[in-house]
C-alpha cells in the first residue's frame, strides 16, 4: 500500500488531528512566523490565468519558497489599495477601527475550535490587517509602533496574509456574535483584494474565475459539453422514472432563465440535484431555459475582489435581457446567493427590464425579489408544495434520515431557515435538527468555502469540519441520521469528505434530490431506482398501508 | 508587559495631576486649562471621527441576517434579527446598544474527547459588559448634580435610587461597587485567559486600568476622604460658568482623580472607545435586509471588463453550431 499523502484523508489520523490545543504559543503573536505545511495552504495561481483576466504581476511562483516575486514597489501599492479600500467602504475602515478585543468571536470561528492556531481566532485574523492600518494610517500607531499593535508591513506579513486570508471561509459565523457586527469576511475579502494587487492568488479561485469568464462557469464547461451533461443527466432521470424531461438551452422568449452552480453539472451528488430541478421542472411544464453564457451561478470573484464579482455577475442580467426572459430563478448555492441576493442588483442593476417574478403555477407573486427580480429554488419549491400543486410520496425516502446543513450565505446573508426545512418535512419523513448552536444563524460552515475546498488544503479543510461533523456524528448517533442535506454545491463537495472523516456513514444530498425522487410524475413507471440509479430499499412491513401516491400529500 | 504599561501609566498621571497641585501649585492648569481642553478635544475629535466614517460610503448592502427572512406569506419571519423595514432596524439596533444583543448570544466552545465539540451559553462577558457600561452611564449622570443648578429631576432621581441602600454616611452607591467589580471582572479575564492575554494590546488594558483609577479615586474621595462635595460643586459650577475657582476645601486628591477624567476624555477619540460611536454605524447591522425588494446605489460603481455575448459566441460558435444550439449570428 502506498503511503499516504498530506491531501488525501487517511494521511490523517483522527487521534492527532483532534489532539487539539487552545492554548496560545509563548511569545507575541507578531513574532511568530507562518510555518507553511503541506495540507494547509493552496496552490498559486497559474500565470496564464491572471494574464487572460488583465490582472497584475502574472507569473509562476512557489509558496515554500522565500521569493515571492512581488513587484519592485510592492509595499506602495499594498498601501495605496489600503488606503483607496479605507475611503471606499465605510465596512473596513470601522471594522479596523472599532474591535475592542472583547474576544467573543474567538471560538467561533471552525478553523479556530478545530485547530486552535491562535491566528485564526477571527479577532486576531484581523489583528493582521489591523496592525498594519495603525501603523500607516493612524497617529498613535504611528508614533508608538508595536507597543500599541502597529508592526511594519514587510514580505513576512504578506505571507502571513496570504496564508490566513485563505484559511477563512468568509462564512459570516464571527459576525453573528460580535456586539459591533465587525465581519472578519469582509476583512478577508480586503486582505485578498490587497493580496491580489501583487498577483497573490490560489490556483483552486483564480482558474475557476478564468474559466468563468471565458466559458460562462467555473468547470469551463463549453456550451456543447453542457449539452451532453444534461442530456446525460435526462437518461438517467429516464432510466429512474420513465420519463423524458425537456431540455430548453438558450431558449428566447422563455419566461424564466434558470442558474445554478456548475457544480451541478460534474461532480456527485451535486448533480443529482441537478436532476431534480430538471424534474421538478418537467413535471411542471415549466417555461425555462438553461444558458450557456450564463452557466454559472456561483461566483468565485467573491473570493476575489469586488470588481471580479461584478466582472463575472455581469452575465446573469446580459442573459436575461438576450434572451428576453421575465425572470430569472437560482438553484442550491450558498455563496452564489451572496452575490444575487447582496451584490448583483447593485452592481449590474437596475434589472428594469424584467418583471417581478411570479410563479406561473400558484400565481404566487415574489415581492421579497421585486427589485432584484431573482428567486431562489427553495422558495418557489416551498410554495408549490405549499399550494399543493407537488405529488409527493415521501415513504420513498423513508430509508433516509436526513438533517439539514444550513449553508453559511443562505443562513447569515438571507436569513433563508424555514423554506428549506419545510421542503425537507415534506419530501421526507424522518426529519432531525443537529444541536442548536451548529444550525440557523450559528451554522457552521463546511470547512472549504470561498475557494479552500481543495485537496491540497486538507488538513484545514478536516479541521475546519470539525464542528460541522461533529454535529453530524451527533444525529447520526442519536437518531441514526443517514443523509445531510445541503442548498450549496461546495457544501455538497466538501462535506462529503468531511463526513467521511468525522461521520462516516452520512451522505451528502441536494434538497432537490430528495423533492425529486418524492414526486410523483405524470406517467411515470414503477419507481424502483432513485435519482442515483440505486434500488429503493422497500418500505419494512411496519409502515403498512400500501401508499397511492395522491393520498399521501 | 503589555498590562504593566498600562499600569504605570495611570499611576503616574494620577500623580502627576494630585502633585502637579498639591507640591506645584498647578491650579489653573490641573483644574482648569485641561479640564477645557478635555472638553474640546473629546467633541471635536468624537466629531471628526464620525465625520471621517461617514465619508466613507457604504457600497453595498451586508447585513449579518440572524433570523428568517422574509419571503413568502406564510413564513414568520424575524423583523428584528432579520430586519426588513427601517421599524425593524432601529429596534434592532436599539437591542445592540442598550442590551448588547449579540453579545448575549456568547458561547463557549469546549472539545471533549472523542473529539466531541460542545457548546454552552456564556453569559458572564454579557453580564459584566452590561454591569460596566450602565453603572457607567448611571455615574456620569449623577455627577451632572455637581455641573448644574437646580439639578434636574432625573440626577436627584437616579441618585436617590442608586443610593437606595443606604449604610451609613455618605450614602454608598450601588452602582460605585458595580463598576468597579465589573471592570474588575473585565481586567481579570483579560489577564487570565490565555487567549485574550494574546490578543490585548496596550490600547486594551490602558482604558481598562484607566477607569478603574478614575473609579477607585472617586470611590477614595467619596468614602474615605470624603471630601468636601460643595466646595467640589463650587469648582465644576465655575468651569460651567468660565470663571474658574479653586477652593481650599477641595482634597488634593481630587485632581489626580480630575486628571483621569480629563485623561479618558482626551484618550477617547483615538482609541478603541470609539466603539460608542462606531456601533451606530455598523453596516452588518444597521442596514434592512431587503436587499431583493429595494436597490442600494453604490455611489462608486464603474464600468468593468466582461466578456460579452457576443465575445463568447465568436468563441464557441461553431461549436455550438454543431450541438444544434441556437446562435445569433450564422
Ligand atoms: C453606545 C455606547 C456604548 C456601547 C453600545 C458599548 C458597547 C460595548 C460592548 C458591547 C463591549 C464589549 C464587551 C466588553 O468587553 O465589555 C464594550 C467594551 C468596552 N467599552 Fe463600551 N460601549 C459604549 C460606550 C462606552 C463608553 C462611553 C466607554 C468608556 C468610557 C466604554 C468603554 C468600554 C471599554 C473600556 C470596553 C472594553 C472592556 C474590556 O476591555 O473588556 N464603552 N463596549
Ligand atoms: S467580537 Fe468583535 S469586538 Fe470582540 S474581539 Fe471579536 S471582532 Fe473584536
Ligand atoms: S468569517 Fe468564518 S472563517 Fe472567517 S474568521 Fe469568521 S468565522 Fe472564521
Redesign the interface.
Known amino acids: 500500500m502506498a503511503t499516504p499523502t498530506p491531501d488525501t484523508i487517511e494521511y490523517y489520523k483522527k487521534e492527532k488531528l483532534s489532539d487539539i490545543d487552545y492554548e496560545p504559543p509563548a511569545g507575541g503573536w507578531m513574532d511568530t512566523p507562518v510555518n507553511f505545511r503541506p495540507g494547509s495552504w493552496i496552490y498559486p495561481g497559474k500565470a496564464k490565468h491572471l494574464q487572460y483576466l488583465d490582472l497584475p504581476n502574472p507569473r509562476e511562483w512557489v509558496v515554500t519558497e522565500k521569493d515571492w516575486k512581488l513587484q519592485e514597489n510592492w509595499k506602495e501599492i499594498v498601501l495605496k489599495g489600503m488606503s483607496e479600500r479605507l475611503s471606499k467602504y465605510r465596512s473596513f475602515k470601522l471594522f479596523m477601527d472599532i474591535c475592542v478585543r472583547c474576544g467573543a468571536c474567538a471560538d467561533k470561528c471552525h478553523f479556530f475550535i478545530g485547530g486552535g492556531d491562535p491566528k485564526n481566532m477571527p479577532v486576531l485574523r484581523a489583528e493582521l490587517l489591523r496592525s498594519i492600518y495603525r501603523n500607516d494610517f493612524t497617529a498613535i500607531g504611528r508614533v508608538l509602533g508595536k507597543i500599541v499593535g502597529a508592526r511594519e508591513l514587510t514580505e513576512d506579513v504578506i505571507k502571513e496574509w496570504f496564508y490566513y486570508f485563505f484559511q477563512c471561509t468568509e462564512c459570516r459565523r464571527c459576525s453573528v456574535f460580535c456586539p459591533y457586527g465587525i465581519d472578519t469576511a469582509e476583512i478577508t475579502m480586503m486582505g485578498r483584494e490587497l493580496l491580489g494587487l501583487l498577483g497573490l492568488y490560489v490556483n483552486w479561485v483564480i482558474e475557476p474565475v478564468a474559466n468563468c469568464f471565458r466559458t460562462g462557469n467555473h468547470l469551463g464547461i463549453q456550451p456543447h459539453g453542457l449539452k451532453d451533461t444534461l442530456e446525460f443527466f435526462a437518461d438517467d432521470i429516464e432510466n429512474a422514472t420513465g420519463v423524458k424531461v425537456k431540455i430548453p438551452i438558450n431558449k428566447k422568449g422563455a419566461e424564466i432563465l434558470f442558474v445554478t452552480p456548475s457544480g451541478d453539472f460534474l461532480a456527485d451528488p451535486g448533480t443529482f440535484t441537478c436532476m431534480g430541478y430538471m424534474v421538478l421542472f418537467n413535471e411542471l411544464d415549466l417555461d425555462f431555459t438553461w444558458s450557456t453564457y450564463a452557466s454559472e451561478g456561483g461566483n468565485f470573484g467573491l473570493f476575489t475582489s469586488h470588481e471580479m464579482i461584478k466582472r463575472l455577475n455581469a452575465k446573469i442580467y446580459a442573459e436575461a435581457k438576450r434572451l428576453g426572459v421575465k425572470w430569472i430563478l437560482g438553484g442550491e448555492c450558498g455563496h452564489m446567493w451572496r452575490v444575487m441576493h447582496q451584490y448583483m442588483d447593485t452592481m449590474n442593476g437596475p434589472a428594469d427590464f424584467l418583471q417581478v417574478p411570479k410563479s406561473p403555477i400558484t400565481g404566487t407573486v415574489f415581492d421579497n425579489a421585486r427589485s432584484t427580480k431573482m428567486v431562489h429554488i427553495v422558495e418557489f419549491t416551498a410554495d408549490l408544495i405549499k399550494h399543493g400543486k407537488l405529488k409527493l410520496d415521501p415513504k420513498r425516502n423513508d430509508h433516509i434520515r436526513v438533517t439539514l446543513h444550513d449553508s453559511c450565505n443562505p443562513a447569515r446573508a438571507l436569513g433563508m431557515l424555514e423554506e428549506p426545512r419545510y421542503i425537507l418535512k415534506n419530501v421526507c419523513r424522518n426529519f432531525y435538527e443537529m444541536p442548536e448552536n451548529t444550525i440557523r444563524e450559528q451554522t457552521f460552515c463546511c470547512g472549504g468555502g470561498a475557494g479552500l475546498g481543495t485537496d491540497e488544503n486538507m488538513e484545514m479543510r478536516l479541521r475546519g469540519g470539525l464542528p460541522r461533523g461533529n454535529a453530524v456524528r451527533y444525529v447520526q448517533e442519536k437518531y441514526g441520521v443517514n443523509q445531510l442535506a445541503a442548498m450549496c454545491a461546495i457544501d455538497r463537495a466538501t462535506l462529503t469528505t468531511v463526513c467521511n472523516y468525522w461521520a462516516p456513514g452520512v451522505l451528502v444530498t441536494g434538497i432537490h434530490e430528495l423533492v425529486a425522487n418524492a414526486m410523483v410524475l405524470n406517467g411515470e413507471k414503477e419507481r424502483t431506482i432513485n435519482l442515483r440509479q440505486e434500488e429503493i430499499p422497500r418500505a419494512e412491513s411496519g409502515s403498512a398501508e400500501k401508499g397511492g401516491a395522491a393520498d399521501v400529500r | 508587559m ?1 498590562a504593566l ?1 498600562p499600569l504605570i501609566a495611570v499611576i503616574v498621571l494620577f500623580l502627576v495631576g494630585w502633585l502637579g497641585t498639591d507640591q506645584a501649585g498647578l491650579y489653573v492648569l490641573f483644574g482648569a486649562a485641561i479640564p477645557y481642553i478635555a472638553i474640546v478635544v473629546f467633541f471635536c475629535g468624537l466629531v471628526y ?1 464620525v465625520v ?21 406569506d ?5 423583523p428584528v ?2 430586519p426588513y423595514t427601517l421599524f425593524g432596524v432601529l429596534v434592532r439596533m436599539a437591542l ?1 446598544i442598550l442590551f ?1 444583543r ?2 448575549l ?5 469546549e ?1 471533549k474527547s ?4 460542545v ?1 454552552s451559553s456564556n453569559i458572564w ?1 454579557w453580564l459584566g ?1 452590561m454591569a460596566f457600561h450602565w453603572s457607567f452611564l448611571v455615574i456620569l449622570i449623577r455627577h451632572m448634580r455637581f455641573f448644574t443648578e437646580p439639578v434636574p429631576f432625573f440626577v436627584t432621581f437616579l441618585h436617590q435610587a442608586d443610593g437606595f441602600f443606604q449604610v451609613g454616611v455618605p450614602i454608598f452607591y450601588a452602582t460605585s461597587f458595580i463598576l468597579l467589580a465589573a471592570l474588575s471582572y473585565l481586567l481579570l479575564r483579560r489577564l487570565f ?4 492575554r ?7 488594558y490602558f482604558p481598562l486600568f484607566l477607569l478603574i483609577g478614575i473609579g477607585l479615586s472617586g470611590f477614595w474621595l467619596r468614602y474615605i476622604t470624603k471630601t468636601d462635595i460643595v466646595a467640589v460643586k463650587e469648582l465644576a459650577l465655575g468651569l460651567v460658568s468660565f470663571t474658574p475657582t479653586f477652593p481650599e476645601s477641595v482634597s488634593p486628591l481630587f485632581y489626580g482623580h480630575l486628571f483621569l477624567v480629563c485623561t479618558l476624555f482626551i484618550y477617547f477619540p ?3 472607545l ?2 460608542m460611536a ?2 451606530f ?5 444597521n442596514l434592512a ?1 431587503n ?8 455611489p ?2 464603474y464600468p ?6 457576443e465575445e ?2 465568436d ?2 460558435r461553431e ?2 453550431k ?5 446562435v445569433e449570428k450564422e
Open positions: 503589555n504599561i471621527r471621517r466614517w461617514a465619508a466613507s460610503p457604504v457600497p453595498f448592502r451586508i447585513p449579518t441576517t440572524c433570523g428568517q427572512q422574509k419571503s413568502l406564510w413564513i414568520r419571519p424575524n434579527d432579520n445592540e448588547f449579540s453579545l448570544r456568547n458561547t463557549k466552545t472539545l472523542g473529539p466531541r465539540v457548546y462577558l459588559a485567559s490565555p487567549q485574550l494574546y490578543i490585548s494590546l496596550v490600547n486594551d483615538f482609541s478603541k470609539m466603539h462606531g456601533v454605524l455598523s453596516p452588518t447591522r435586509n436587499n431583493r425588494m429595494v436597490r442600494h446605489i453604490n462608486w460603481n468593468v471588463k466582461v466578456h460579452t455575448y463568447y459566441e468563441d464557441f461549436k455550438m454543431k450541438a444544434g444550439i441556437v
